[in-house]
DNA sequence: CATCAGGGCCCTG
DNA sequence: CAGGGCCCTGAT
């Protein structure tokens, strides 16, 4: 493909994650929307990365165990890779995935838990996890705003073949996403072009939020959940499934689990009622009771063994709710 | 062909 | 705080 960035080999190491860890279910979220982005089968994990102007190609391969887990880690790179700059990424992928992410005793205290517990004993030590940059994710949940999974799909494709790059690296062709400054320069009318309709706005205002500097993730990272919750509900398109989105995705906040959009409300009222539709406030007060400050992590690993499943059984009412 | 809701957000009254 | 508009698409 014209205009494709090629990576060559720039650094291996092995990463040890805290135990317990599940690999495959903490790289891979099957409930998310196929992007161009990365890559995963079993045992086996490609995306592109941006970081600092650098743009990488990560590797990882599932080693170990669950209970004395390890990753090899290889990254790609445009030119030979400083070894402390290496260093910097290996950090960055360590927070992106949650690597050293404490929740043993999630997994330990809840095996027994009727709704839980089976579903535990599926998944035991994934992660909440984001891939991308928080700028990058808030990207992926304006184009997801009040459309079916098909039409975000096609959005984001336009905006990749657009204003992202395709990498080669190992064998693989992936797209690395644009940066803030790329769109915050663009005119609205060409975004409007790429049948985004009128996300346009929101896509433009927090790229220039992000190239001016007003948003500073690391400080996000180190604020308590409603501090960074009311600073993220600043950015124009930003509202509370976005920011809930944020909260437990990119932040990894066990308990962010205090909103229930009308998606995911007929999801977990199958799944924690056995029932069709029940008012949000039963399922968020269920939660809280049952699973406390780990409610969050609770429900996703809830939502994300439902999405397994459906890999290799469809699950008829869910079929009619993705409606792709 | 026309109508409508969709994995929300924002503005108004 | 309830309700309509917003862009565009595929479903009906």
Redesign the pocket.
């Known amino acids: 493909m014209a205009g494709t960035v090629l990576l060559e080999p720039a650094f291996a190491t092995k990463l040890h994650p805290t135990a317990p860890f599940h690999f495959d279910a903490t790289v891979h979220k099957p409930?998310?929307?196929p992007m161009p982005t990365s890559h995963y089968e079993d045992g086996y994990y490609w995306q592109t990365m941006r970081f600092r102007r650098c743009r990488l190609g990560v590797k990882m391969e599932r080693r170990g165990s669950v209970d004395k887990p390890a990753i090899a880690l290889s990254l790609y790179a445009e030119r030979p890779f400083p070894s402390d700059e290496a260093a910097d990424v290996v950090q960055e992928l360590s927070w992106r995935f949650d690597l050293h992410g404490d929740i043993a005793d999630f997994c330990q205290r809840f095996t027994q838990d009727d709704i839980v517990g089976p579903v535990i004993g599926r998944w035991r030590g994934m992660r909440l996890s984001c891939s991308e940059t928080l700028y990058e994710a808030l990207m992926i949940y304006i184009v997801?705003?009040?459309?079916?999974?098909?039409?975000t799909i096609?959005m984001m494709n336009a905006l990749l073949e657009r204003y992202g790059t395709p990498i080669h690296f190992d064998g693989r062709e992936l797209y690395a996403l644009w940066q803030p400054e790329t769109l915050a320069a663009v005119d609205e009318a060409e975004l409007?072009a790429l049948?985004v309709?009128?996300?346009a706005?929101y896509l433009k205002g927090i790229s220039q939020a992000f190239a001016t500097g007003a948003v500073d993730e690391e400080a996000l990272r180190r604020m308590g959940k409603e501090e960074a919750k009311a600073q993220l509900l600043q950015l124009?398109?930003?509202?509370?499934?976005?920011?809930w989105y944020l909260l437990f995705e990119v932040f990894h906040h066990y308990d962010a689990f205090d909103y229930v959009?009308?998606?995911e409300q007929k999801i977990f009222s199958r799944l924690l009622f056995g029932r069709e539709l029940v008012p949000t406030s039963d399922i968020l007060a269920k939660a809280r009771r049952r699973w406390g400050c780990w409610r969050m992590l609770a429900v996703h690993y809830l939502f994300e063994d439902l999405f397994w499943r459906r890999r290799t059984q469809s699950v008829d009412w869910l079929e009619e709710?993705?409606?792709l």
């Not at 997801?144 to 039409?151: E, K, S, W």
């Open positions: 409930s998310h929307f997801l705003q009040n459309a079916a999974v098909r039409r096609q409007r049948k309709g009128y996300r706005r124009p398109g930003v509202g509370p499934a976005s920011v959009s009308p998606w709710l993705i409606r």
